[in-house]
């Protein structure tokens, strides 16, 4: 069993930045094993894709509403995903979850249920 943490969520005026992390833990558990993404999810919308890196960290993959803007990060060494998220409007204002999935290569995964661990996620406010 995988568990996942998210922080750094919190109001921030349009424009601003936040950096958000995702703290992941288990027994028997190899960070360094595992693809991982960020979804968010507006108040009445489905849950959508952000961005997600590989296990290596060396490939990453971003929503095009967000490219250029986000910039997701890892460390292995800490068992921690990054979402530096800058440029900020009200449109990203949502609930930002983390997921986990266990892979065997170096890939990028982008389908919210092929994730096996997910987050409970943090709310991020952007204010106009």
């Known amino acids: 069993q995988v568990q996942l943490v998210e922080s750094g969520g919190g109001l921030v005026q349009a424009g601003g930045s936040l950096r958000l992390s995702c703290a992941a833990s288990g027994r028997t558990f190899t960070f360094s094993t595992y693809g991982m993404g960020w979804f968010r999810q507006a108040p009445g919308k489905e849950r959508e894709f952000v961005a997600a890196i590989s296990r290596s960290g060396g490939n990453t993959y971003y929503a095009d509403s967000v490219k250029g803007r986000f910039t997701i990060s890892r460390d292995n060494d800490k068992n921690t995903v990054y979402l530096q998220m800058n440029s900020l409007p009200p449109e990203d204002t949502a609930v930002y979850y983390c997921?986990?999935?266990?892979?065997?290569?170096?890939?990028?995964?982008?389908?919210?249920?092929?994730?096996?661990?997910w987050g409970q996620g943090t709310q991020v406010t952007v204010s106009s």
């Open positions: 997921a986990a999935k266990r892979v065997a290569w170096n890939i990028i995964v982008v389908v919210a249920n092929e994730y096996q661990y």
